[in-house]
């Protein structure tokens, strides 16, 4: 396994709150390219890794890097420049925005014009925003949203929100998308288009995806290696038919019958 | 001439509540200080002007990049490492008094401490004024519409999303600060051209709670709201001697029943434009009846409402 | 040495006032997580119910007792009148920082309107003579003020630590919405901590009133609060404490060995500094933001 195929490695993370272990010596590296899938129940700590990822928690101790560099202490909007996206347990939108400025904001975070042009209203201007306009358009009508492109973000049906916060994700500039339970909410149907969607998005975007998720079958249809955290501890790592049948996996989600003393 | 000098006093008006709506309105920062921009920006102009034989208008902008300086300096404390507004809010409250306490005791014969600076020239004109406020408003219309503006109001709506789709939080508060210190200094140093005389009083509490009422009526997100806004309080200050008095009472309870009721303002997220007044005059009449009642369940709500506050008591 | 005694005398009676304003400014902002602007309206307007009564000839106590009164009744109607519904409906922080900075205008002007800028001399009663000790002459106003700062401080301390109201106080100031599904009436939680608040602003009102004057602009001191509560660590009650002793010992030297007029200038300063260096105040814990 050589280092260039890393290309987010965790080393021994540690993250404590106080006498609390949120995430206890875990070790997890994604390939370029994979499709991983992060479960657990509730409280494992998944969103708490994700958070140490993206910049927004610094861990206790350990080590995370990505493409070579360290991620530790860098500010989460440095993390997204350097390619890494994500989406949010809890939809984070902007609301009172439109659907087509909530996914230009990714590409123009970094503003490409200068302040003067800007204020000035050049042409130039006026043009570079029609052509991010454009791009972001493309990712609407991959998410299949085009139509509510002037809609405000906010009174959309919790589906289409969903599906707004991936479009968002996607128009960073990105090479590993994290995804926080994007099926939350949703029936069979649901979750089967949102298959298909990931699936497609995986392939056409050549992204390393990070996929934390409830719905089992979701992660088991999409996810080549599956990490299960149990209590801020790393369970198991595996492919999706040992995790289905490794005995501590079943335990940790269904408990255990009491022995009678 | 009474009347240009209402103009000129609309004018430096709206060019400072156009600073601080960036701020406040675009990018949700609470200030009370901008006062204390306008004074920095005054005093340096007036005195550039005065002792260096500085032309107005480089005057005014350079009055305009010492509020900038302070403002970065004193801002950018409380805004690094995600500290909560709160920090910034007290930083500003406390920034409009120093300022204003620092002039005062500087007893020397350039800048004559409480007493201030007379014999300044005249040399702002109503339509020097009238220029000054429709280019600013305008290069402020483009910025907000512009990927700045954007990044601004993303930080308003969504802190952490913003942050984690590459806004800097720090550079774009910043960025926002600066702006409207410019904005507040600038109005300033106009003023000061026009009244020929200012101390560290013109530059008073009183008028940082001007601004934000006028914030507040307006509306965020909004530009021609909070312009709007700043016509007519500028207006009715003028023209009604016993409002003014009171006013500050008035402001107090409307800022309440304000963020109460409708905390984004009379014209929050929205902009004057001829299509939208005809839609909104379409609207109302269409639905005379359904606003009546929402009125009247408004009112019944008010009245229950007391009634339960009893109760619960 | 009589007056660096003297000085000692000032800082901690005026230090005592501060902490005591800096920890009901600081309790309602770790509960409720806002800064409450209309902490100076609520205090100027107990400091004037005391000066009326005082004025009327009932004597100090009495007086002290009405500011109190007063402070707790204005605050809470502030309380149920503008913060609880807006806290209702999920508002942003920055609209409940404005509504509160409109509660501060409306009282001031009010007064200001009604009776006037002078500046109006609270007696002090019983407690303005001079006491002697060690030869020095000591203001008994200064004494009384740190005493009853201490002795507010100690009741307050043992309220939070060692009663039940106390600890659904102290689990609200951790986290609101949990103590709410814990089963805290977050209500009530919210009437006795306005109602706290409003007391420690009426005995700074009142003690400032004595020391110093009444006038329509004396809510300008809450920035004082603020500042001291910033220096100690937002959100931290001790810090609240040690930074209006810090403030007010600073303060005091700044008075008596550089110039009054700069005091003030010095506070600001010190914020800055400390926030360049400490960005959580002395005390202050980290703040992790919740996702």
Known sequence: MNNSDNALKVNNLVIRFGGLYAIDNVNMHINKGEFVGLIGPNGAGKTTFFNSITGNLIPTEGTITYQGKSLIKKSPDKISHMGISRTFQNIRIFPKMTVLENVCLPIHSKPTYNLFSAMLGLPSVKNEDKRIQEKALDFLNRLGIEAYKDHQAGALSYGLQRRLEIARALAADLSLLLLDEPAAGMNNDECNELIELLHGIHKDFNLSIMLIEHHIDVVLKLCSRIYVLNLGKLLAEGAPHEIQSNPDVIRAYLGERRKKQ | ?313 | MTILIQQLITSVSVGGLYAVLAVGYALIYSVFDFTNFAFGGVMMVSAFSGYYISNAGFGTIPAMIVAILTGIVVSIAVELFAYRPMRKRNAKRLFLMISAMGVNIFLTNLYLSLFGANLRTLSSGFISNTVSIMNVQIGAVDIAAFLTSVVALAILSFFLYKTRPGITVRASAIDVSTAGLMGINVNRVSLIVFAISGITAAIAGMFFGMKYTVYPGMGAMSTKAFIASVIGGLGSLPGAVLGGFLLGILETLVTGYISATYRDIFSFGTMIIILMFMPNGLIGKGDQSKL
């Open chain 2, 1 to 313: 001439m009474y009347i240009a000098s209402v103009v000129v006093t609309i004018c430096v008006n709206i060019v400072a509540v156009i600073g601080l709506a960036l701020l406040t309105g675009y990018t949700g920062m609470f200030s009370l200080g901008h006062a204390g921009f306008m004074c920095i920006g005054a005093y340096v102009a007036v005195l550039l002007n005065k002792y260096f034989i500085v032309p107005y208008v480089f005057a005014l902008i350079l009055g305009g990049f010492a509020s900038v300086l302070v403002s970065l300096i004193i801002g950018y404390p409380t805004l690094r490492n995600k500290l909560r507004g709160d920090y910034f809010a007290i930083c500003m409250l406390g920034f409009g008094t120093v300022v204003r306490l620092i002039l005062n005791n500087m007893n020397n014969p350039i800048t004559n401490g409480a007493l201030g600076i007379t014999n300044i020239p005249k040399l702002t004109t109503l339509w020097s004024a009238l220029l000054f406020m429709l280019v600013l408003v305008y290069f402020m219309w483009n910025f907000v519409n512009s990927q700045y503006g954007k990044n601004c109001v993303a930080i308003q709506q969504q802190e952490v999303a913003a942050e984690m789709m590459g806004v800097s939080i720090v550079r774009t508060k910043l960025l926002s600060l600066a702006i409207s210190a410019f904005y507040c200094a600038v109005s300033g140093g106009i003023l000061g051209f026009w009244l020929q005389y200012i101390a560290p009083a013109t530059f008073s509490d009183t008028r940082s709670n001007d601004f934000l009422a006028t914030l507040v009526t307006g509306g965020i997100n909004s530009i021609t709201g909070p312009l709007l806004a700043s016509v007519f309080l500028t207006t009715m200050l003028e023209y009604l001697r016993f409002f003014a008095n009171w006013r500050l009472v008035v402001y107090g309870l409307l800022f309440i029943l304000i963020m109460r009721f409708l905390p984004e303002g009379i014209m929050g997220y929205k902009e004057f434009s001829l299509k939208n007044t005809i839609k909104f005059f379409k609207e109302f009449s269409q639905n005379k009846v359904k606003i009546m009642e929402k009125w009247m369940r408004f009112c019944a709500k008010l009245t229950k409402k007391t009634n339960n506050k009893e109760r619960k008591l």
